[in-house]
C-alpha cells in the first residue's frame, strides 16, 4: 500500500510528528545517535574506514534520521591492498605487519579522513574468525579515532561467535568515538573560558 506524504500505516492515516522511540543506552543504535548529535553540534563531520566490521558502523550511523548532516561516508577496505591503496596504509607496514594491527587502524583511520574530508574518522581492523589471520588469534581486533587533536588507538580482545565480535567491534568503535567528541568538546569549552 502507498501513503501520501505526512501518512503512516497507523490508524488514523496523519503522521503524529512523533520522534521514534530513543534506542536502550549503551546500545549500538544509542551510540550512533549520541555521536550524530556531538558531530551536529559542534558542526563536525565523519568518515569510517571498515575491515573485519564490513559497514555495520556505517549501516548504524545512516539508521538514525538526519546522518546526512554529519556523516561523510565510509571505506569498506575488506581485501589487504585496498587499505593501502584507497586509504593510505603504508604498504611496508601492512607488508611486515598484516591488517591487523594498531598502526594499521590509525592509519586508517586518518585515511579515510582525508579522504573523505571529514573532522573525525573511525576505522576497525581485526579477526572475526572463524581462523587465526596474520598470527593473530579469532577476537583481535584494533579499533582507531583521528580527529583534529590527534589519533588513538584501542586493542580489543573479543570473545565470542563471529558475528558478536564484529557486532562488539561495531559498539566499541562509536563508544569511543562518543568519548573523544565529548573530550573534545570540555577541551574546546576551556580553552574559550581562558583555561578555567
Do not use: C
Request: net charge negative.
Amino acid at each position: 500500500m502507498t501513503y501520501a506524504v505526512g501518512e503512516s500505516p497507523e490508524v488514523g492515516g496523519a503522521s503524529s510528528g512523533a520522534a521514534e522511540p530513543a534506542a536502550e543506552p549503551g546500545t549500538t543504535a544509542a551510540l550512533a545517535a549520541d555521536v550524530l548529535r556531538l558531530l551536529a553540534e559542534s558542526d563536525q563531520t565523519l568518515a569510517v574506514a571498515e575491515s573485519l566490521t564490513g559497514g555495520m558502523v556505517a549501516a548504524e550511523l545512516t539508521a538514525v534520521a538526519g546522518a546526512s548532516r554529519s556523516f561523510r561516508g565510509s571505506v569498506t577496505a575488506y581485501a589487504t591492498e585496498l587499505k593501502h591503496r584507497i586509504l593510505g596504509v603504508d604498504a611496508g607496514l601492512l607488508a611486515a605487519e598484516g591488517a591487523v594491527n594498531a598502526q594499521v587502524a590509525a592509519e586508517m583511520a586518518a585515511g579515510v579522513r582525508r579522504v573523505l574530508g571529514a573532522s573525525w574518522g573511525i576505522a576497525t581492523t581485526g579477526v572475526a574468525g572463524p581462523d587465526p589471520q596474520d598470527g593473530q588469534p579469532v577476537g583481535t581486533v584494533f579499533i582507531a579515532v583521528a580527529g583534529p587533536e590527534g589519533r588513538k588507538t584501542v586493542p580489543l580482545r573479543l570473545n565470542g561467535s563471529r558475528t558478536e565480535i564484529r557486532r562488539e567491534s561495531a559498539r566499541t568503535v562509536l563508544e569511543l568515538l562518543s568519548r573523544e567528541l565529548r573530550e573534545n568538546a570540555r577541551g574546546q569549552d576551556t580553552e574559550q573560558n581562558g583555561g578555567i
